[in-house]
């Protein structure tokens, strides 16, 4: 027995970090973003250039969808190991293009061009990457603690944010000077995403298959197929309805975060770029502490409390956090709004997992909540600097709640999946 647990947490931390690398991958873009923009877009106002990026951000997400069905099809119909594997060699390939990009300067409209291809693949990459580490560590879990170990998906999500992150305080704070970033050190970060994503493939190359794959009959050709999810469309509407407010709340505090407090409080890029770590940092702490609130009480608690405290708080905390004079007091503010989106983010994963049999979960976690990601969670950035540039900033905040609103309408309807998961088939 002491055997197979150990097993089960290699299985569980091998995930994790290979999850961890694809998210700084993933995060680089928007933490450094503030540095390349005039590299790519070089005659604009610095909201325009923010902007520009952003809109390209958006693309990368319009690509997950292709992801999700493609590597969910891979890890129900070739397993879970074999997509988390080949979805990381992808991001690694991505990040190397943007390293090597030359600006707008030399090769003109091409480098913006490549700018979008690369962030296509990553796209691509990450789309696959949610369904199927949120399969396999529902999968490995042990019955009684599969809210906890879920939870580790957004730690190491988080997790990689804070990497991108603390490298970009470093080079601020100790390497480069203002001007080096601007030319040339914002390339550092995305080579070593690519360095990072090779050694995330070697880990995922050695993990073991989940026993819940294994048991799949087959023979059973439409597993893994969109025949086979559309019999699902209760759970396909669930897991839509259920990420609509919890996307756009965690990128709201966190990805579009760093820019808010540059562009709107007028923190500097080193206050943002501290602010924005620590509160993730602690962002990150408390992601085990939901999940095992969630195994002893169930997940509908959790899902209902975000839904609620979202829905009626996130127009005073962006409001107030918007008049902020002093980064502990911004700091402040994302903290409270972090921990509200912690009923939803700690859990999301196994309540989508446990909606699913076997044969269909990997596709059916992922791609429902790809797309949704893609138009809500994708945009919310570009959403909130298009409304700042026309004037009307105040107009996201209202969007925010609303969105929040949709999906606690979504809880409120549907069942606790602790008391009726499917991993239990």
């Given amino acids: 027995m002491e055997v197979v647990s150990s ?43 923010l902007l520009n990026s952003a809109g390209i951000f958006a693309v990368g997400f319009f690509m997950r969808p292709v992801g999700g069905w493609l590597f969910g099809s891979i890890g129900d119909q070739k397993g879970r190991k074999t997509s988390m594997t080949i979805s990381v060699l992808l991001m690694s390939l991505g990040s190397l293009i943007i390293a ?29 990457e949610y369904g199927s580490s949120a399969t396999y560590l529902s999968e490995m879990a042990q019955s009684h603690r599969r809210g906890f170990y879920s939870s580790f998906q957004y730690v190491t999500l988080i997790g990689g944010q804070l990497i991108a992150l603390g490298i970009q305080l470093i080079l601020q704070q100790f390497i480069l000077t203002e001007s080096q970033l601007l030319q040339w050190g914002w ?111 169930g997940r509908k608690p959790l899902l209902l409390g975000f839904g609620i405290m979202g829905s009626i708080l996130t127009v005073p905390l962006l409001s107030g956090l918007s008049r902020a004079t002093t980064a502990p007091g911004a700091f402040i503010f994302i903290m409270a709004g972090l921990f509200i989106v912690s009923g939803y983010t700690s859990i999301n994963a196994i309540v989508k997992a446990e909606l699913y049999p076997s044969a269909i979960r990997t596709l059916g976690v992922g791609l429902p909540y790809a797309v949704t990601t893609a138009i809500f969670g994708g945009t919310a950035e570009y959403i909130a600097l298009w409304f700042k540039n026309r004037g009307n900033e105040s107009y996201f905040y209202w969007y925010v709640s609303f969105c929040i609103l949709v999906s606690l309408i979504v809880y409120l309807t549907m069942q606790d999946t602790k008391t009726n998961s499917r991993l239990n088939d």
């Avoid at 569980?12 to 590299?39: H, K, Q, R």
């Avoid at 030399?106 to 962030?119: F, H, N, Q």
């Avoid at 073991?208 to 019999?231: A, P, V, W």
């Fill in 100 to 128: 090597c990009i030359p600006g707008y300067d030399t090769i003109g409209v091409a480098a913006p061009v490549l700018l979008v291809l690369a962030r296509m693949v990553q796209g691509l990459s990450l789309g696959g």
């Fill in 187 to 297: 390339r550092i970060p995305f080579f070593i995403g690519a360095i990072l994503s090779v050694v995330a493939f070697y880990i995922r190359n050695n993990l073991q298959e989940t026993d819940h794959f294994k048991k799949i009959n087959i023979h059973e050709n439409d597993r893994g197929t969109i025949k086979m999810l559309l019999l699902h469309p209760k759970a396909i509407l669930t897991v839509i309805g259920l990420t609509l407010g919890g996307t756009v709340a965690f990128y709201t505090y966190s990805i579009y975060m760093q820019k808010f407090l540059v562009n709107t409080v007028h923190l500097t890029k080193s206050q943002s770029t501290l602010v924005s770590f620590t509160s993730l940092f602690v962002f990150a702490l408390v992601q085990p502490l939901f999940g095992l609130l969630s195994d002893h009480m």
């Fill in 7 to 49: 097993n089960r947490l290699k299985a569980i931390i091998g995930g994790s970090v290979g999850n961890l690398v694809e998210w700084y991958d993933w995060y680089t873009y928007a933490a450094f973003s503030i540095y390349f923009a005039p590299y790519f877009f070089p005659h604009s106002s610095p909201t325009a250039q």
